[in-house]
């Protein structure tokens, strides 16, 4: 059973950095692309970043440059630094592996962690 296990959140303030860890716990970790959601108080889980197994990315429109998704196979971590933090960055994230389909939809990935928490105040 593959499990990814998300670290790195807690209570910042705006303009503040965060890096977030997700550690997996397979040897095929460098074969699947992977990627972040994130998801606000009342709100549905969205779609924050991936990464592909050659290091490709994507990011959702509101990142606009402020986080990077990166990946090193040979610790079976995929990591999520974020700059410039917003108080509409708060949320929980969490990592997920790309089984299907575009990289965008909640429904395309398994293997969900249990999320890390994420608060940006003003």
């Known amino acids: 059973q593959v499990q990814h296990v998300e670290s790195g959140g807690g209570l910042v303030q705006a303009g503040d950095s965060l890096t977030l860890s997700c550690a997996a716990s397979d040897r095929t970790f460098s074969n699947y692309a992977m990627g972040w959601f994130r998801q606000a108080p009342g709100k549905e889980r969205e779609f924050v970043a991936w990464i592909s197994t050659i290091s490709t990315t994507t990011y959702a429109d509101f990142v606009k440059g402020r986080f990077g998704i990166s990946r090193d196979n040979a610790k079976n971590t995929l990591y999520l630094q974020m700059n410039n933090l917003e108080p509409e960055d708060t949320a929980v994230y969490y990592c997920?592996?790309?089984?299907?389909?575009?990289?965008?939809?909640?429904?395309?990935?398994?293997?969900w962690g249990q999320g890390t928490r994420v608060t940006v105040s003003s």
């Open positions: 997920a592996r790309h089984s299907r389909g575009n990289a965008f939809e909640v429904s395309h990935y398994d293997y």
